[in-house]
């Protein structure tokens, strides 16, 4: 069977860039760049989500502060390395971006599509109200014998159908990506400010190991870029 990584790992966002861009790294001789997207949420709360990007793509494109732009692209992961010590890092890939037209209505400006593995046992929790939530860590296959690694967190009874999972099981889920602040302590005792990003689940299924997908294998030479 051949896989379609494009189908695999699908992300839209629809937001305002917040930051200018920032040369991040280069390879195959092709420069890559870093900006931030923010995304407001129903409640009136915005997510910032990291965005990296060919200068293929922005070539003949303004990414100016405070422009609206459609991206679609993959939720992807690496890893650094902080004091020895390994660092998930995530980040949006681009695959295409335009500018949001003014009378354009996007209804989800903010929606990840995954298909991958439960690569850790869930954590499941309740706050101190009583709501019921579940980490978990979806392995995501990339071309190039790759993977990302996708913390998403779950909610109510999708949390009580995720506690016992085993690892291995294969999931399709839809969700949004969204950014949450936390505070990181060091052993010295000083305290630093993060943000965390991760993929809130709306919906989720087994995948059907019988399914066949048809579609040929989608691989560009900016698969390799991180």
């Not at 305002?16 to 949420?41: D, M, Q």
């Not at 890092?89 to 439960?118: M, Q, S």
């Not at 954590?123 to 860590?137: H, M, N, Q, S, V």
């Amino acid at each position: 069977m051949v896989t379609n990584y494009s189908q695999n790992n699908y992300i839209l966002l629809v937001g305002k860039v917040t930051s200018e861009k920032k040369f991040s790294h280069e390879i195959y001789g092709e420069s890559f760049y870093t900006f931030n997207l923010e995304i407001p949420r129903l409640s009136g709360v915005s997510d910032i989500i990291p965005i990296t990007i060919s200068e293929r793509l922005i070539a003949n494109f303004d990414l100016n502060i405070g422009k609206q732009v459609v991206i679609e692209g993959q939720f992807r992961s690496y890893n650094t390395y902080e004091d020895t010590k390994s660092r998930l890092i995530l980040t949006v890939f681009v695959k295409e971006i335009r500018e949001k037209g003014e009378e354009e209505d996007i209804k989800v400006p903010n929606e990840v599509k995954l298909v991958g593995h439960i690569c850790r046992k869930p954590i499941y929790r309740k706050t101190p109200f009583g709501r019921e939530i579940a980490d978990i860590l979806v392995a995501v296959n990339r071309a190039y014998n790759k993977s990302d690694y996708i913390p998403c967190i779950t909610w109510g009874r999708n949390a009580r159908f995720c506690e016992d999972m085993p690892i291995g099981t294969e999931l399709r889920l839809v969700g949004r990506v969204q950014s949450r602040p936390y505070e990181k302590k060091h052993e010295d005792g000083t305290v630093e400010s993060r943000v965390a990003y991760e993929v809130s689940i709306s919906s989720l299924e087994f995948v059907n190991k019988d399914e066949e997908n048809n579609n040929e294998e989608e691989i560009t030479t900016t698969e390799e870029a991180m």
